[in-house]
């Protein structure tokens, strides 16, 4: 049995392994949360299918401000991860675990009690009620990092092993490795997203309304992405993305920017040359692929009439499709050199009926447009409480 066990460790480390390979391969382009982390690395290790593992896992965490410890129970219910309400554990109980002794603890019923009744004595009445039948063994190991945290798996088949022991340290290792490089990921991207939003700040010098309107496309086009049923990396990448649609402007001279009423043909054209310098402050950086595509695309119109490059219908990127609805719902709520603003009411009725500046059979994805309509209400929420000070004070770091 011993080099059947040896077998079942390795293949499970290995399977640990290319999951941290599968993880590190995307860091750049993946988001994720802990909790994803934990989960796929869970399912690696858990029992079932013919595969050698406990019945549950317990991960556990220290709560800095109270020293509680708390935590989930994770097991696998027909091929499904199902997860435990929070377990707070008291550190003075008998249930708790000193984090600060704890490295590998290995431990069967046999070893110290004489029934296994006797032994549930060591476990949380919740964790016995979650694993739902009796606790016979467990393997505990601490997990490295900032926050004191530890693994304990319950229920090997027959007794918990040395080569149980090991397979468990590896998920702790690969848990506490992948959750630092989440969190230094986390870091890099609020870092970018600051930067992204300092770009789109600097449009703000020549036009007052400018930086209340960016956060508000940002919005709006972030819930048309939702609500398109879009994946949530996209819609979280074209909710920052969207600010970035007239950054071209910056090279836009003021007195055309500025100017009072209709602009003459050659300004005009002048105008239309914002969507090409966007596209070429934004660069080729691989992060910016979304923004640059909004930039350069916002302006086009779904039966290829608009500009720079006349595209149409899906050769028009998404994200440039979805940003030129959110830019002219808040283009035409908000009020201009050359026009007053609009209500709600009124604006709807252009987005149904069209006027002098915009067809909606003729400008906007139908599918874009008709969702739109469905969540319009939240659009006016947005303007309304987008429309203020609080515009600026949404953007800072954190929020």
């Not at 097991?75 to 002794?101: Q, R, T």
């Not at 709006?220 to 049923?229: D, E, F, S, T």
């Not at 969207?242 to 402007?249: I, N, P």
């Amino acid at each position: 049995m011993s080099s059947e066990f040896c077998e079942m460790s390795l293949r499970q480390t290995q399977e640990l392994l290319r999951l941290t390979d599968a993880t590190l391969q995307n860091i750049c382009c993946k988001r994720f949360t802990s909790e994803e982390l934990y989960e796929e690395a869970l399912r690696r290790v858990l029992g079932g299918k013919g595969k050698r593992g406990p019945g549950s896992i317990l991960l556990i965490f220290k709560d800095r401000k109270n020293g509680f410890y708390r935590g989930s129970v994770f097991h696998l219910k027909e091929g499904v991860m199902a997860e435990s309400e929070e377990i707070a554990f008291d550190p003075d109980s008998s249930y708790a675990i000193d984090m600060s002794d704890v490295d590998l603890v290995k431990s069967n019923w046999c070893d110290t009690c004489e029934s296994v009744e006797e032994y549930q004595a060591n476990f949380h009445p919740t964790v016995k009620a979650f694993v739902g039948r009796p606790i016979t063994n467990f393997v505990c190991n601490r997990i490295s990092g900032e926050r004191p945290c530890a693994i304990i798996a319950f229920n090997y088949p027959g007794e918990a092993t040395d080569y149980d022991a090991d397979v468990l340290r590896s998920l702790a290792v690969v848990i506490g490795s992948l959750v630092t490089l989440s969190n230094e990921v986390q870091g890099t991207e609020q870092a970018f997203i600051y930067t992204i939003d300092a770009l789109a700040r600097a449009c703000e010098a020549a036009e007052e309304e400018t930086g209340k309107h960016v956060v508000r496309v940002n919005r709006y086009a972030g819930a048309l992405a939702a609500n398109m049923g879009l994946p949530s990396a996209f819609v979280e990448i074209v909710s920052h993305a969207a600010q970035m649609h007239d950054v071209g402007k910056i090279k836009i001279p003021h007195s055309i920017l500025l100017k009072e009423g209709s602009l003459a043909a050659e300004e005009m054209q002048v105008m239309k040359m914002h969507p090409v310098y966007g596209e070429q402050i934004l660069g080729d950086s691989p992060r910016l692929q979304v923004a640059r595509e909004i930039a350069i695309s916002h302006h086009e119109n779904w039966d290829g009439s608009g500009y720079p490059y006349q595209l149409k219908g899906d050769k028009i990127p998404l994200a440039g499709r979805i940003v030129k609805l959110a830019d002219v719902y808040d283009a035409l709520r908000s009020k201009r050199t050359y026009k007053p603003s609009f209500n709600h009411e009124e604006t709807l009725a252009v987005f149904r009926e069209g006027d002098e500046r915009v067809n909606p059979t003729l400008h906007f994805d139908p599918e874009i447009l008709k969702t739109f309509f469905a969540i319009e209400h939240q659009f006016e929420k947005i303007f309304e409480s987008l429309s203020g000070d609080k515009a600026y004070a949404d953007r800072q770091p954190g929020k």
